[in-house]
């Protein structure tokens, strides 16, 4: 996968890594919605927003997709939720 020609299991690979388990984690059809959301939410919150140092556009997008998620890391079902509900 390649991403304005830098190769994303090079330069990304734990980003990578945990935002395919995610999307895995989403498709996933034998448990709850509600139950993929906090799972897939705990496997991009293992990802950390310095892993995008020197890609400003990625770090920003990414600063976002956080601000969404992390509403209340303490809370992971009601973060879920509140996400899903956008």
Known sequence: MC?????????????REHFFAAIRTLAAPS????????DANVN???VTI?????????NFKFAKIL??????????ET?????AAC
């Open 67 to 76: 601000d969404l998620l992390a509403v209340d890391q303490d809370d992971m």
């Open 44 to 46: 991009i919150l293992h």
């Open 79 to 83: 973060v879920a939720l509140e996400t």
């Open 3 to 15: 991403y304005k020609g830098i190769k994303m299991d090079e330069k990304y690979a734990n980003a």
């Open 31 to 38: 448990d709850t919605i509600q139950t993929r959301l906090i």
């Open 50 to 58: 310095d892993e995008f140092d020197g890609d400003r556009e990625l």
